[in-house]
C-alpha cells in the first residue's frame, strides 16, 4: 500500500473498530438484561472464528523475510509477568491494604521482572521484542507513549459511564449501553474523517488536536456535579468521542511512518501493546483511587451522619448501589429509617470516586498531549 495512503487505511481500520465498539454495548446490555451476561461471551465465539477466517483467507503478507527470527519467548514473559502482577497488586491493595505482603512481594516481582526485560532485549539482539533501532526511535517512541497515556480516559470512560447512569440515574443495562452512543458514534465518525482532515491541516494539528480533546472530556467529567442528568454528560461524551477519532487513527499512522516499511508489521503491534497495557494499566490506577476515594469519602459522611458501621457493613453499604442481597441485608439490621441516608451518602461517595478518578485520567491525558505538542506528527502545517 503507498504511503500516502497510510492515513486512510487507518482510519478506515479504526473507524471499523469504532463502529464495532458502538455496537457492542447496545448489544452487551441488551443480552445482559433479557438473557444473562454470561452470553456477551458466547456470542463473542462465532465472532472471533469467522474473524480468523476472513483474516486466514484474504490478509496476505506483503513481504515475507528470507531470515528466520526467534520469537522473543522469554521478553515475552517477563513483560507479560510484570505487567500482570502490577495490575494484580493495584487491583487488590484496597482490600488487602497496601503494606500486606502479597501486594508488597507483587509490586517486587513486577519490578523485577519489567528490570529484567530490559536486560532480556539487550542481549536479544534483532530477535527483541522491542528492537534497539525503534526503542531509539523518539518519534515512534513518543507515539507509543502518547497513546498509553491517552487511552485510559477511554477505557475508564466505558467502564464508568455506563455504572454511573445505572447507579446514579436508574438507567437499566440496555439503556445505559445505548447511553454511550454519542460517544462512539464521534469516535467512529472522525476516524472515518481524519484522513481527509490530515490532508487539509496536518498529522500534528490533528493530533494534538484530538490529545487535547480528550483532556477537556476528561476533565468534564471530573466536575459532574451532585444531581446531574444525563444530558450534562454528552459534552463529554462528545468530546472525548471526537478527540479519539482524531488522535488514535492518526497517532498509529505517524508511529508506523516514523520507521521503515519493513518494520510496518511491528510497529502497529507495538502501539496496539501500548494502547491496551497503558489503557489497562491507567484504568487499574483509576480504579484504585476510585475505591478509595468513594471509601473514604463515604466513612466520613456516615461518621458525620452519627452511623457507625463496621468494615463488613461499610462494604455492604457499597453494595446498596448494586442492589447486592449483602446490601438488602444490611437494611435489614440498620433498619429501614435509615437506609435512604445510607443510600444517599453511598451514592455521594460514588460520584466523588469518579469524579477523582477522571482527574486523574485527564493529568495523565495532559502528560500525552505535551509529548503530542513537542514530539509526534513532524512540525504544524504552515499556511499558504
Known amino acids: ?36 451476561w454470561r452470553w456477551i461471551q458466547y456470542i463473542n465465539i462465532p465472532i472471533a472464528v469467522s474473524a480468523m477466517g476472513i483474516a486466514w483467507w484474504q490478509v496476505k503478507e506483503s513481504h515475507v523475510s528470507s531470515i528466520r527470527k526467534r520469537i522473543d519467548i522469554p521478553g515475552i514473559i517477563a513483560l507479560s509477568l510484570g505487567l500482570v502482577l502490577l495490575l494484580f497488586a493495584l487491583d487488590q491493595a484496597n482490600s488487602w491494604g497496601w503494606t500486606d505482603w502479597r501486594i508488597l512481594l507483587s509490586f517486587a516481582i513486577s519490578a523485577l521482572s519489567i528490570i529484567l526485560f530490559v536486560f532480556i532485549e539487550r542481549a536479544a539482539g534483532d530477535n527483541a521484542l522491542i528492537p534497539s533501532e525503534i526503542i531509539q526511535n523518539k518519534k515512534f517512541i513518543s507515539s507509543c507513549v502518547a497513546v498509553s497515556l ?85 459534552p463529554g461524551m462528545v468530546v472525548i468521542g471526537l478527540g479519539m477519532g482524531l488522535f488514535l487513527s492518526s497517532n498509529v499512522t505517524a508511529g508506523v511512518s516514523s520507521l521503515d516499511p519493513s518494520r510496518a508489521s511491528l510497529a502497529g503491534g507495538l502501539l496496539f501493546m501500548f494502547q491496551i497495557a497503558g489503557g489497562a494499566l491507567g484504568l487499574g490506577l483509576t480504579t484504585t483511587l476510585f475505591v478509595s476515594s468513594s471509601r473514604g469519602v463515604l466513612e466520613s459522611d456516615l461518621a458525620d451522619a452519627g452511623l457507625h458501621l463496621s468494615g463488613e457493613e461499610l462494604n455492604m453499604a457499597e453494595g446498596l448501589l448494586s442492589g447486592t442481597e449483602s446490601s438488602i441485608s444490611l437494611l435489614n439490621q440498620i433498619g429501614y429509617e435509615n437506609a435512604d441516608k445510607i443510600i444517599s451518602l453511598a451514592s455521594d461517595a460514588f460520584l466523588s470516586g469518579i469524579k477523582s478518578g477522571f482527574l486523574l485520567d485527564s493529568l ?18 504552515s499556511k499558504n
Open 1 to 36: 500500500m503507498p504511503r500516502n495512503k497510510a492515513a486512510l487505511a487507518g482510519g478506515l481500520i479504526i473507524g471499523a473498530a469504532g463502529l464495532g465498539q458502538a455496537i457492542g454495548p447496545v448489544v452487551g446490555g441488551t443480552l445482559t438484561q433479557y438473557l444473562s
Open 150 to 234: 491517552i487511552m485510559p480516559t477511554f477505557f475508564v470512560s466505558l467502564l464508568y459511564l455506563p455504572q454511573l447512569m445505572q447507579k446514579l440515574l436508574n438507567f437499566s443495562v440496555m439503556s445505559a449501553g445505548l447511553g454511550l452512543l454519542p460517544m462512539m458514534i464521534f469516535y467512529a465518525s472522525f476516524s472515518f474523517l481524519q484522513s481527509r482532515l490530515n490532508e487539509k491541516l496536518g498529522a500534528k494539528a490533528i493530533i494534538s488536536l484530538g490529545a487535547l480533546c480528550v483532556v477537556v472530556g476528561a476533565f468534564l467529567f471530573s466536575r459532574v456535579t451532585s444531581g446531574f442528568t444525563y444530558q450534562s454528560l454528552i
Open 364 to 381: 495523565l491525558a495532559i502528560v500525552g498531549f505535551v509529548i503530542v505538542a513537542m514530539y509526534v506528527g513532524g512540525k504544524l502545517r
